[in-house]
């Protein structure tokens, strides 16, 4: 026979926890069952851990209990079911989350070892997925992971100052500011909060085939961290940007115009050692007939790419 259950008290919903039903005869068996889709493949040495969350009363923190290390197919997705946590862990559970972990952490020698090292075990790695239990059910997000995205928006100019501020190939750079002529300086073009501790923006422009990078930075309202594409002649503006005049990559020729380019503002956890497209927030296409010091708008994209999943509680007899 199968229960699924579900009733909340008050101290619980409080807590963000649930009530579950025992079974009469004391034989509970609690079922963790996760679904998560849209996750990038990771490097040999890490693997994507699951973890359940609870509220401890007495240090009046959360803290976590090691579910299972899982293996992510192809197309960025799994399934789990387990049953290795108990029901009382279980029914003082408040959410769950999605971290990357090392590999070796999980290198146990014996089941032994594993139902010890289980109990012990905290998550020492980057969350890339979270939710918090309102009944039997959640839904994983990355939503307050990076950061909150309620109100992102961003836009990007045209122009190349780091030549000088001639006239000549400003179609061949891009600086998320506003209102580059304005007599007090230009306005930060990007409304994103700063990414949390771990994470990183990334910007990037695709052109002819080619992946180039803007830079990496944490907050919209500072310089990235890469110029090695900018000249040095003047300084370029306090927000992240590219001008992309020299050192041309293999396939490239520089100075390059932008004008049916793409632009991508991308977020990933410091666990990656390169930067790479993993969670796309924002894109937008130059029009082929842009001219420099025009401004663009970009599209919000990340509800669509970024991962996401759910879990469920189910108690069997």
Not at 20 to 45: A, F, H, I, R
Not at 57 to 86: E, H
Request: contains cysteine; proline residues 5%.
């Amino acid at each position: 026979m199968k229960k699924i259950l579900l009733l909340l008290v008050p101290l619980l919903v409080a807590l963000g926890g649930c009530e579950l039903t025992e079974v009469e005869d004391g034989t509970n068996v609690s079922e963790l069952q996760m679904s998560v889709t849209g996750l990038k493949q990771l490097p040999d040495t890490l693997t994507y851990a699951t973890w359940l969350t609870r509220f401890d009363l007495v240090s009046q923190s959360s803290v976590s209990a090691l579910i299972d290390p899982v293996d992510v197919g192809t197309d960025g997705s799994f399934t789990l079911t387990t049953s290795k946590v108990s029901f009382e862990q279980v029914q003082a559970s408040i959410g769950v989350s999605v971290t990357i972990e090392m590999k070796s952490r999980f290198n146990f020698a014996s089941q032994t070892e594993e139902d010890s090292l289980r109990k012990i075990l905290k998550p020492a790695g980057r969350t890339i997925l979270q939710g918090k239990f309102g009944s039997n059910a959640l839904d994983l997000t990355v939503n307050n992971v990076i950061t909150d995205f309620t109100d992102v928006s961003g836009m990007f100019t045209l122009l190349t100052p780091t030549d000088g501020n001639s006239d000549q190939n400003e179609t061949g750079g891009i600086w998320f500011a506003d209102s580059v002529d304005r007599a007090g300086g230009p306005l930060q073009g990007l409304n994103l909060q700063d990414a949390n501790t771990g994470w990183s923006y990334y910007a990037w422009v695709e052109t002819g085939g080619a992946l180039l990078k803007v830079g990496g930075f944490t907050s919209a309202g500072a310089s990235d961290d890469f110029s090695d594409y900018s000249e040095t002649v003047a300084p370029g503006l306090p927000f992240p940007g590219e001008d992309f005049l020299l050192n041309a990559p293999a396939g490239v020729t520089f100075p390059v115009n932008l004008a049916g380019a793409k632009v991508i503002i991308t977020a990933q956890p410091d666990y990656l050692s390169e930067p790479t497209d993993y969670i796309r927030i924002m894109e937008a296409d130059i029009p082929s007939n842009a001219a420099g010091r025009s401004t663009v708008q970009m599209n919000v994209v990340y509800e669509a790419s970024a991962p996401k999943g759910s879990a469920n509680i189910v108690i069997t007899h």
